[in-house]
């Protein structure tokens, strides 16, 4: 018998890119990449927007929450990535999942880095083989343009250099509406 504990979904889904749409949307070079992006500012979206994205995020979620909860849509942004542009290794403090929606790509250049790599070195010695053949300490996500992908927030990523391809990006809450 084989258990996975404490594993890490993260979750792919098609997404109609028709559906989706962004209004208003002020770019700016933002971190230490200066990548244009619309981060931190008032991104208006439809309410049809709204509702398409969250309703696949929910379609997503729901094979892993069995209990009542509503979504809600905290940030929106979009990311432009021209001339090797790229992003640092990050996470999104203060929501429960988070999503990158795959607008304009030729392929995905989005790596997950594995939350327990530094504490499961530290019990491995420095040439252990266990440490290769068992500790993953990245995954490069396979997307492709009309994708998105979903993951819990706490989950370091960060987006490998590349050219002319945009995405967007956004954070959910989980509110629990169990009624005790």
Not at 38 to 63: D, F, M, P, W, Y
Not at 97 to 123: A, D
Not at 124 to 145: A, G
């Amino acid at each position: 018998m084989r258990l996975n504990l404490f594993s890490i979904p993260i979750y792919i889904s098609n997404i109609d890119l028709d559906k989706i749409n962004l209004k208003n949307i002020k770019l700016k070079r933002q971190w230490l990449s200066q990548t244009e992006s619309s981060h931190g500012c008032l991104n208006e979206i439809t309410e049809g927007t709204r509702a398409h994205i969250l309703q696949t995020i929910v379609k997503l979620l729901n094979h892993d929450i069995h209990k009542p909860y509503e979504i809600v849509l905290s940030s929106i942004w979009q990311n432009n990535y021209k001339n090797n542009d790229y992003q640092d290794r990050h996470s999104h403090p203060g929501s429960h999942f988070s999503f990158i929606i795959y607008k304009k790509v030729k392929q995905s250049n989005t790596v997950f880095f594995n939350p327990f790599l530094q504490l499961m070195e530290s019990y491995c010695s420095k040439n252990n083989p266990i440490k290769t053949i068992l500790i993953d300490s990245f995954f490069k996500v396979e997307c492709r343009e009309g994708q998105i992908v979903v993951f819990p927030s706490f989950l370091e990523h960060m987006v490998l250099k590349h050219n002319n391809s945009v995405t967007i990006s956004g954070n959910t809450i989980i509110n629990d509406t169990t009624k005790e």
